[in-house]
């Protein structure tokens, strides 16, 4: 079987941009094709101050918000980062096979860095090396994100390669997997910008969890242009991207939504945007409601899937270990 791995960082709320971008593709993917792992990585996120009861809090919420989204934990290793030690461990051996330059031309570290100032910490900048360890510990082969994690999938693609140009084919070489619409979900305020979860202005993007007036509300309000035509355009960021949201919140094809919406007002568009985006969300906020009464279901989720992460991670880590030098454990 082919091995697909991905992961959510649990900060900040999530946004309709990861669920587009990112856990719709893997809900799609899973299936008797694919072993999956899906992680809460929650060791990224503090590479970012956290507060830790809220760290804590948001890391199950993601967790259920997985189930609730469709992903079955029973067939699927849905479990935290930060219970299965080997992500650390192979994180520390790839540091010594990564080069400073590479890290250096990481433009999320740029980004981040510009924006946290005040705690650029050595963890931002291996970041990309966590992630690396993170895919290469399962020896995965398809990765789906969105389109900002190109250069991540790229830098663990020459990690892997470097290393297995000295010790032989010890890694799976990973390919990511981008989805042709949804990839790049804008901000509601700024098309030009990513929706992200740490956008300051709250009108700029759609939180999974919104409640069903905000969200109407929020596409009302979405910054288009003064013209008044549905087009597929660049030169129509705004409605571009409401028209790549409506399509991939419907399964449509872009084709199909501008034929749709041909003569009609911006006006009904948003409005029917915002019921599309509504009709995806509302079932899996009431599954999220549901299975957080249910403490020990989940509990049992995160016990078992961490055991069977850790039993994959460490025939992959040992593999490592042994290749490098490391004394055989007696
Ligand atoms: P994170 O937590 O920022 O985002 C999770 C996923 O959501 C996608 N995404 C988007 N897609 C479309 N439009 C948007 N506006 C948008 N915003 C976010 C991201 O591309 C991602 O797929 N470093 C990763 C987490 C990570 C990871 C991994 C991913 C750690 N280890 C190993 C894959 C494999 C991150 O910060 O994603």
């Known amino acids: 079987?082919?091995?697909?791995?991905?992961?959510?960082?649990?900060?900040?709320?999530?946004?309709?941009?990861?669920?587009?971008?990112?856990?719709?593709?893997?809900?799609?993917?899973e299936n008797d094709e694919y072993q999956c792992f899906f992680s809460v990585v929650d060791l990224h996120s503090i590479t970012i101050r956290q507060d830790p009861a809220e760290l804590r809090r948001r890391a199950r919420a993601l967790l259920t918000l997985y189930i609730a989204a469709g992903l079955d934990p029973e067939k699927n290793c849905i479990y935290y980062q930060s219970h299965v030690s080997g992500h650390a461990e192979l994180s520390w051996i790839l540091n010594c096979f990564t080069y400073m330059g590479e890290l250096n031309r990481?433009?999320?570290?740029?980004?981040?860095?510009?924006?946290?100032?005040?705690n650029i910490n050595a963890g931002l900048f291996?970041?990309?090396?966590?992630?690396?360890?993170?895919?290469?510990?399962?020896?995965?082969?398809?990765?789906?994100?969105?389109?900002d994690q190109k250069q991540h999938l790229e830098i663990t693609r020459d990690i892997a390669e470097r290393f297995n140009g000295i010790y032989g084919d010890v890694f799976a070489i990973p390919e990511p997997y981008i989805g042709k619409v949804g990839a790049k979900i804008m901000s509601l305020q700024d098309p030009a910008k990513k929706m992200s979860k740490s956008?300051?202005?709250?009108?700029?993007?759609?939180?999974?969890?919104?409640?069903?007036?905000?969200?109407?509300?929020?596409?009302?309000?979405?910054?288009?242009?003064?013209?008044?035509?549905?087009?597929y355009s660049d030169d129509k960021p705004g409605i571009k991207n409401l028209i790549d949201i409506y399509s991939s919140a419907t399964n449509k094809t872009v084709d199909e939504v501008v034929k749709e919406f041909?003569?009609?007002?911006?006006?009904?568009?948003?409005?029917?945007?915002?019921?599309?985006?509504l009709s995806v969300l509302k079932p899996i906020q009431d599954k999220v409601a549901?299975?957080?009464k249910d403490k020990a279901y989940i509990d049992g989720i995160i016990k078992a899937n961490g055991e069977k992460a850790n039993y994959y991670a460490t025939k992959t880590l040992r593999k490592v270990q042994k290749k490098v030098g490391f004394p055989e454990r007696i």
């Not at 091995?3 to 809900?27: D, P």
């Not at 990481?106 to 946290?116: E, I, L, V, W």
């Not at 300051?200 to 910054?223: C, G, H, Q, T």
């Not at 041909?262 to 915002?274: E, P, S």
Request: proline fraction near 3%.
């Open 290 to 292: 549901e299975l957080s």
């Open 199 to 231: 956008d300051e202005n709250p009108n700029a993007s759609i939180y999974l969890m919104d409640d069903p007036d905000s969200i109407i509300r929020k596409f009302k309000r979405a910054v288009t242009d003064s013209d008044n035509q549905i087009i």
């Open 262 to 277: 041909d003569g009609k007002g911006y006006g009904d568009f948003k409005l029917a945007v915002g019921e599309s985006v």
């Open 126 to 147: 291996t970041y990309p090396v966590l992630m690396a360890a993170d895919i290469l510990l399962f020896q995965t082969d398809v990765v789906p994100v969105g389109v």
């Open 1 to 29: 079987k082919k091995v697909l791995f991905s992961g959510m960082q649990a900060t900040g709320n999530l946004t309709l941009g990861n669920y587009l971008g990112a856990l719709k593709n893997w809900i799609s993917l």
């Open 106 to 118: 990481m433009t999320q570290f740029k980004d981040k860095a510009s924006k946290h100032a005040d």
